[in-house]
C-alpha cells in the first residue's frame, strides 16, 4: 500500500516536471520565467514527439533545412536554438535601449521562439535512407498550423499561439506582434542567407 502511494505521488510529480529528454534538447526553457508557460512549452514538445516519427536524436543530426544540400552541417537543433538565442538576445537590447517605446514581453519571446518549429515534427518522414521528407500531411499543413494546433492542445496561450502563426511567410498576410516580428526575422536572418545569399 505504502508502494502505491509513493508511485502514485511519484507519477504527480512526473505530470508536473519537464520530460527530461525535452529538457536535454532544450535547456532554453530555463530561461521562461512563469512556471506555468514554461511547462506548456515543454509539454507541446513532448506531444509532438508523441506523434512524430522523428526522435530527440534525429533532431541533433538532419540538417536545419532540405534546400541547401546533403552536407550542410547545421542541424535542427543548432538552428531552432540559435534562432531562440538571437531572438532573446535582441529582444533584451530593444528592453534596454528604445526608452520603454517599444517593449518585448521576454517570457512570450521564448515560448514563442522555443515553439516557432514544433510542427515540423508532424510535418516531416524519414525515407528509407533515414532523410528527413515532407509528408503528405506537411504538404497539407504546414507547420504554422500544427505548430498552433499542438501548443493550444498543451494550453499555450494566445500571444504565444500567434509567435507560431505568424514566424514564416503566411505571417506576412497579417499584422505581427513585437515579440513576432523579433522570432520572425531572428529566424529568417538565419535561413535566408544560406539559401539565396549574394556570393561574390
Ligand atoms: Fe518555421
Partial sequence: MELDIWNLKFEEFNISTMNKDVLALWPELEWINNEALREQTAKTWELAFERSVLTPEDLNRIPFTLLVGPDLKVTFM?????????????????????????????????????LADVGKLLEYELDENGNAVQGNYGKYVRHPFSGVSLAEEAGVPAEVCHIIAAHAGEGNMIKRTTEAYVVHHADFMTFLPFKERLKV
Fill in 78 to 114: 543548432d538552428h531552432k536554438r540559435s534562432v531562440v538565442h538571437i531572438a532573446r538576445d535582441a529582444g533584451q537590447k530593444i528592453n534596454d535601449m528604445y526608452h520603454g517605446e517599444l517593449t518585448v514581453d521576454m517570457d512570450v519571446l521564448i515560448a514563442g521562439a522555443i
